[in-house]
């Protein structure tokens, strides 16, 4: 699985830190205004977005799996001012309330996880109604996922098991939780190689506004009726 380094040395490398910016801008877009909004954060990792929701006036609960991915999480927290709290849970069994979220973020964690389906079950329970959870999730049609299937296929466990979605996988996925979909945006459309990254990275509006095919996140937001 991936650790707190592999995120680290991601961020710190070009092509990461560039793809990492585009994909949260995806995800803050799609979250709308979130001052005062109630954000849980389900496969928090080292707690990217939930401090970032934190820093746009949310309290934001982060929940992993992993106790190394919230230790960093919690050392990144203590260096900014953040509003929110961790814990360790599974996706599958959340241990909150019905209806005690304005906003549920799920960010490359379905792909890990054996039955999806459920967790989004899990994750519409907790929302109240008129609430969004908002998903990013890998793309199955893409460079990206070509280089990953091949790692897997080489050995690498947490490729040789991810899941990787179709536009359409996603969104029946989000119907058949009860949650209406309003919208659906792919971004990452480069491929995993920094120096085309740079140079293709201008088009990302243009690719996004064309569909989703080529994508290597993808992104749906729903609603809880
Ligand atoms: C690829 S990381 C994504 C982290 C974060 N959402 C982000 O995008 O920066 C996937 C995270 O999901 C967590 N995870 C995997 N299965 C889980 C489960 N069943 N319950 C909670 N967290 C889980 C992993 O520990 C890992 O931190």
């Not at 380094?5 to 990492?20: I, K, M, P, V």
């Not at 599974?90 to 209806?99: D, G, Q």
């Amino acid at each position: 699985m991936i650790g707190p380094a592999d995120y680290s040395r991601w961020r710190s490398a070009r092509l990461g830190s560039l793809t990492e910016s585009i994909e949260e801008r995806t995800i803050l877009g799609l979250c709308g205004s979130l001052s005062g909004r109630r954000v849980l954060d389900i496969g928090c990792g080292d707690g990217t977005y939930a401090l970032r929701v934190s820093q746009e006036g949310a309290f934001a609960v982060g929940i992993d799996i992993s106790r190394s991915m919230l230790r960093a999480a919690r050392t990144r927290a203590a260096a900014q001012p953040s509003h929110g709290r961790w814990c360790q849970a599974s996706i599958a069994a959340l241990p909150f309330a019905a209806n005690s979220f304005d906003v549920v973020l799920a960010v490359t964690v379905l792909c890990f996880h054996r039955d999806p389906d459920s967790a989004i079950r899990e994750a519409a329970r907790v929302l109240r109604p008129g609430g969004s959870p908002v998903i990013g999730e890998l793309g199955k049609y893409s460079s990206w996922s070509v280089s990953r299937r091949v790692r897997g296929w080489l050995g690498s466990r947490t490729w040789r098991s991810a899941r990787f979605w179709s536009m359409r996988g996603l969104q029946r996925a989000t119907e058949s939780a009860g949650l209406l979909v309003d919208g659906t945006q792919g971004c990452v459309y480069y491929p995993p190689v920094a120096f085309l990254a740079e140079i293709l990275r201008p088009f990302e509006p243009v690719l996004s506004r064309l569909g989703q095919l080529g994508a290597a996140f993808l992104t749906v937001k729903a609603r809880k009726p």
